[in-house]
């Protein structure tokens, strides 16, 4: 199957999500990442598991769904033991009775691209 450009889209693995409070601390998680399970990542800041220059992309993002209520998306590689994934990323305001009190990122990795 092919897009209208002739390009066939890529081709996605299972969702990642994040739910981080508003200093991008992660709050809860169904990531699997290099042996740590998702209680592992509770805690942590996500953008130290993001490499420039998609940390700073990240971080711009994190601020306006937090500050603004804007949804945005960002591609990032990421570089480890078991070798190197690119992701697509989406990160959108966390919400809690209409107020907010973080943002989500769901990030897919990219399987294969064309």
């Not at 002739?6 to 998680?29: E, F, M, Q, S």
């Not at 992309?57 to 949804?71: N, T």
């Not at 009775?97 to 294969?112: P, S």
Request: with cysteine; hydrophobic share 35%.
């Amino acid at each position: 199957m092919t897009d209208e450009t002739g390009k066939r889209p890529a081709t996605l693995g299972p969702a990642t999500t994040c739910y981080v409070d508003c200093n991008g601390v992660i709050v809860k998680t169904n990531s699997r990442f290099e042996g740590m399970t998702p209680e592992d990542f509770i805690g942590l800041t996500l953008a130290d598991y993001i490499a420039e220059p998609s940390r700073s992309e990240y971080l711009l993002l994190l601020h306006r769904a937090v500050q603004f209520g804007e949804v945005g998306s960002y591609t990032n590689t990421i570089v480890s033991a078991s070798g190197t994934t690119v992701w697509q990323n989406r990160i959108s305001p966390w919400r809690d009775n209409g107020r907010i009190i973080g943002a989500i990122m769901v990030g897919n990795q990219l399987l294969e691209t064309t």
